[in-house]
């Protein structure tokens, strides 16, 4: 009878399979075509539902089998994890229906995975494992005991005593944290990951989290909805937020898990990271060529602002819910219109508000560190658009904007908020137009509007710092000004990338102007908003020991007081561009430009009377390094280099080890140095054409990063090539077990016993591997030249990869070019390469010879791209 049965069963089952597979196709196929993602999320989560309950059978369970996660959410991506949770009241007494069931699924082609509970794992993971335990309050029945799933709910909420809605309710916020510490803290990233990234799909999840908690309250309805929509229908009915914000936050999550779903289906796999060529893609879906891809990212931008400012208005109201709050009779009345109670700001008689008066209650947020009641951040984010210019344009209104900017503290807070509600927009339309602007391929990584509020942000954290730029800044009489240009330093990207900044200080004319401005402040904004590139461009691709690119530098400049500030806006502007790009040696470079530029103004020298007067060496110093040197071999050894930066370069003592080294009469000698955040190389030998290439190649295929190179060559061909470099992949110091090898490749290569050719061709495959994860930037090159007194300058801008510089220091021996010094700059996936060069003859580069050099020299990159 059994023999008979069994093929019915399978044949049963396949025949539900198979047409579970083709209705999960035609779904998918259907939501590529669909801008609409809750109708596709509960179709697609009905039908695993149906699907598993179908191949259960109808066999009554003393057991029951819940939905978990997004599928319990019924928010099932294509690709999203299937949880399912077994929950008995005895395990070992079911054990074989389980396997039973779970072997069903995984061979009707359905991947679940799943946990197995008994009621006691409610104690235990509430003691142990707060994320574990948190999961069981997100299930939903999918077949089996009724009675064991209703007692495992009503367990399960009397577990929530009060002790334990704070325990909860901390891990959740402790959570957030360490979520926005791994996936970024701003809703507006670039290539945000629109689940877990700040503003992300998991945002509005947690709020969810809390309501449950604080309510003891489950959303698992048996509604055919989201539970996103199950819960914004709660909230509106518990008028815990207004009728408006619930539109937005539901049309804010149906977007998100839009993309989600596309983001899925594109890929044809799990992913949840929305990078610029998935960007391009999806928005085609809704409608938008490439060239519009800023508009759907800006109505992205605008959906995870909204879903972060709710969920972060949310935690603020639970976090006072678990403190005592102050009674009404503390409250401190600030004016007819404010009152402050404890931390919060609220409304007193709710009457209407001008913009005037808005601009007045943020100016009040920042002075008292506090936060706005929900009711009043409600009033002001519906309030927006209801103004008109003319509301915007009172006189009033600059007046408390300026007030803002003169905060002791919380001016970059402040405007974040102002920002993130709407306001900032409202009063200067041209910062609006900021929000949500993209700059993919360079190394921003958040939008420009976030950027410019992270500068500020990033200047006032250096209040009370001992640092040389805490103590400049600690020292400005006034920070308006300088605030007033991080404002505007970007303004004009949206209309031209490339000339942005001249563009940029003829609209912050224009705008201090309007907001009555005097002329002088207005000429030092222009200037800094002018010049905002020229100090990191110096101090970062240009010989600090040039005695013309430092007189170039501060000719600029009227005063010191100019110098201050633009030191100030480079390192803001510098350090809120992406949390990699501010680096120990940039700062050291930043630096090194500030103190030459200040002791030149200050003392009213030249760049050459600086240079001499700070690098003048007396060989006795350096001889009594050294019992195998004399003051003879010292001065000998200085008077040979024509270089004024070698003595500014190395210590005496260092020197003292050059002159020993090149006495040996070794073919080359290899000397490494622990340095602030990098290893210096230091290589002595006799020079050749090919040299700088064959060294930089060495490197290269000992996966060390070059960072900086510096080229001193004695009068009798000895050259002193220095590098500060890292490892790779770890972008730290080189470990000293490497310095052998390094060392031994070295001295091959020089004598002709290392083909680099070979070496490069046998580590392409590994270096495929190490690319396709590092490098993701495609681009254009481009190559520019620039006069200088006795060099020819050459910037190269590319995308970086592995072995760029071997590749492009190879090329230019090959067409003829001598480099004496060259600066590598990396920003993120790009690269600028400064290279200062002469012909074989030590000439400069002629002008006829500049298109035939950029010519091979972008075939020779674009070889590697």
């Known amino acids: 009878m059994t023999d008979v049965q069994l093929p019915k069963k399978m044949n049963a089952i396949n025949i539900v399979t198979e047409d579970f597979h083709q ?22 989560s009905l039908l695993v539902e149906e699907f598993i309950r179908k191949i259960a059978g109808s066999k009554r369970y003393k057991f029951v089998l819940t939905s978990s996660g997004s599928f319990s959410r019924r928010e099932l991506s294509p690709f999203s994890d299937i949880d399912i949770i077994f929950i008995a009241t005895a395990v070992e007494e079911n054990e074989a229906d389980i396997a039973n069931l779970i072997k069903t699924f995984w061979d009707s082609g359905i991947e679940v995975s799943h946990t197995i509970r008994d009621f006691s794992d409610i104690e235990k993971y509430l003691q142990t494992d707060l994320h574990t335990f948190t999961q069981f309050f997100e299930t939903r029945y999918l077949l089996g005991s009724n009675q064991v799933y209703k007692k495992w709910n009503h367990q399960l909420l009397a577990s929530l005593t009060d002790e334990v809605k704070v325990k909860l309710l901390n891990a959740l916020f402790e959570d957030i944290d360490l979520r926005y510490e791994k996936y970024g803290d701003s809703p507006k990233v670039l290539e945000p990951n629109v689940k877990l990234s700040a503003g992300g799909l998991r945002d509005f999840q947690a709020v969810e989290w809390m ?13 055919e909805t989201t539970q996103a929509e199950e819960f914004i229908n709660t909230i509106l009915k518990d008028k815990i937020t207004s009728k408006e914000e619930c539109r937005r936050l539901l049309e804010s999550y149906n977007l998100l898990l839009v993309i989600r779903n596309l983001l899925h289906i594109n890929a044809n796999h799990k992913t949840d990271w929305f990078e610029f060529k998935s960007q391009i893609e999806i928005a085609k879906t809704f409608g938008y060529e490439k060239d519009d891809l800023t508009k759907f990212m800006r109505k992205y931008f605008q959906a995870s602002n909204a879903l972060n400012r709710f969920s972060k208005s949310m935690i603020k109201k639970y976090t006072d819910e678990l403190q005592k709050p102050l009674p009404s009779s503390l409250a401190i009345n600030i004016d007819d219109d404010f009152k402050l109670t404890g931390k919060i700001i609220s409304h ?22 506090a936060r706005f009641e929900e009711s009043l951040r409600i009033y002001i984010i519906e309030k927006v658009a209801s103004f008109n210019h003319r509301d915007v344009s009172e006189i009033s209104s600059s007046v408390f904007f300026r007030e803002i900017l003169k905060l002791p503290k919380n001016v970059g807070q402040t405007l974040s908020v102002m920002n993130e509600l709407g306001i900032l927009g409202a009063y200067m339309p041209e910062f609006n137009e900021l929000n949500g602007f993209l700059q993919h391929g360079v190394y921003h990584c958040y939008t420009t509007d976030e950027h410019t509020l992270m500068t500020i942000k990033n200047l006032e954290e250096l209040n009370n710092s001992a640092s040389k730029l805490g103590i400049i800044y600690n020292r400005l009489p006034t920070r308006e000004i300088l605030f007033l240009a991080l404002l505007f330093h970007d303004i004009a990207k949206p209309i031209d990338i490339a000339g942005h900044e ?22 030092t904004v222009s200037f800094l908003v002018k010049n905002h590139l020229l100090m990191e461009q110096i101090a970062f691709r240009r010989n600090l020991n040039d005695p013309e690119t430092l007189n170039n530098f501060t000719s600029i400049f009227n005063n010191i007081e100019e110098l201050n500030l ?74 040979s ?36 955040g990098f290893t210096n190389i230091t290589i002595i030998t006799k020079d050749f054409p090919s040299l700088l290439s064959k ?75 190490i690319e396709s994860k590092l490098f993701k930037r495609t681009g254009s090159v481009k190559i520019i030249f ?25 090329k230019m021996n090959e067409v003829g070019l001598n480099i004496y010094f060259a600066k590598i700059s990396t920003r993120g996936d790009d690269i600028v390469d400064s290279f200062y060069v002469l012909d074989r003859n030590d000439k400069k580069i002629s002008p006829n010879d500049e298109e035939f050099i950029i010519s091979e020299l972008t075939e020779a990159i674009t070889q590697i791209l």
């Open 786 to 810: 620039e006069k200088h007194e006795k060099y020819t300058i050459i910037d190269v801008y590319s995308p970086d990869r592995l072995g760029f510089l071997f590749q492009v220091t190879s």
């Open 566 to 639: 633009l030191y100030l806006l480079t390192y803001a502007d510098l350090s809120a561009v992406n949390p990699a790009i501010w680096t120990n040696w940039k700062n050291d470079l930043l630096e090194e430009l500030y103190k030459k530029s200040y002791a030149m103004l200050e003392t009213q020298i030249s760049g050459e009377e600086l240079l001499i007067s700070s690098t003048s060496v007396v060989p006795e110093d350096i001889s009594q390094h050294s019992e195998s040197i004399t003051e003879h071999h010292a001065k000998e050894h200085i008077e």
């Open 502 to 523: 001249i563009i940029g200080a003829e609209m912050a004319s224009s705008i201090m102007h309007r907001m009555g401005y005097s002329e002088e402040e207005i000429e």
């Open 211 to 223: 309501y449950i908690f604080k309510n003891s309250r489950l959303l698992n309805k048996q509604n």
């Open 695 to 769: 060294i930089c190649g060495v490197l290269a295929i000992n996966d060390v990063n070059i960072h900086d190179a510096k080229i001193f060559t004695r009068k009798d061909g000895i050259v002193i090539d220095t590098f500060n470099v890292t490892e790779f992949r770890t972008h730290q110091k080189v470990p000293e077990s490497k310095y052998q090898k390094i060392e031994i490749d070295l001295k091959r290569v020089v004598v002709g016993l290392l083909q680099l050719s070979k070496e490069f061709a046998s580590m392409k495959s590994k270096w495929w591997r």
């Open 348 to 369: 007193r008689n709710k009457n209407e508000l001008s913009f005037s008066d808005i601009l007045r209650v943020f100016y009040y947020r920042g002075l008292y560190s």
């Open 23 to 44: 209705r999960k196709k035609q779904l998918f196929d259907e939501q590529l075509k669909q801008v609409d993602s809750f109708n596709f999320n509960v179709a697609y």
């Open 641 to 676: 280099i024509n270089d004024l930066g070698y003595v500014s370069q190395f210590s005496v003592k260092e020197i003292a080890n050059h002159i020993e080294e090149i006495k040996k009469g070794t073919s080359l000698s290899v000397i490494f140095k622990d340095l602030n």
